[in-house]
């Protein structure tokens, strides 16, 4: 059974940081590309930031290039989400998300599993 388990989700003010995890069971991990999506109230989720299977290279949306890093660990089966510089427009619901076939991407049709999500809260 695939499981995606993310963690880490809390509030925190603006310009703060934050790190969420994703921890997956039940894949053979090192051999997917994974993702950050983001889905905000009342809106569509949205890419965040993919990671290849061997975390050689990384992708990012134009609005948090430069602020978030996604990095992974395949040894432990986890997926992190390092956030700085956190503004209020990054409040959302992150879900993590791996893709068996591809390297990844910003296409939500790409990736296989999902996890449940983490709440991500920034006050202004």
């Known amino acids: 059974q695939v499981q995606l388990v993310e963690s880490g989700g809390g509030l925190v003010q603006a310009g703060g940081s934050l790190e969420i995890s994703c921890a997956a069971s039940g894949i053979a991990f090192a051999s997917y590309a994974m993702a950050w999506f983001r889905q905000a109230a009342g809106k569509e989720r949205e890419f965040v930031a993919s990671i290849t299977w061997g975390g050689t290279a990384t992708y990012y949306r134009d609005s948090v290039e430069g602020r978030f890093t996604i990095f992974r660990d395949n040894a432990k089966k986890i997926l992190y989400l390092q956030m700085s510089s956190l503004k209020p427009e990054d409040t959302a619901v992150y879900f993590c998300?791996?893709?068996?076939w591809g390297s990844g991407g910003d296409d939500v049709r790409l990736y296989e599993y999902w996890g449940q999500g983490t709440q991500v809260a920034v006050s202004s």
């Open positions: 998300a791996a893709d068996q």
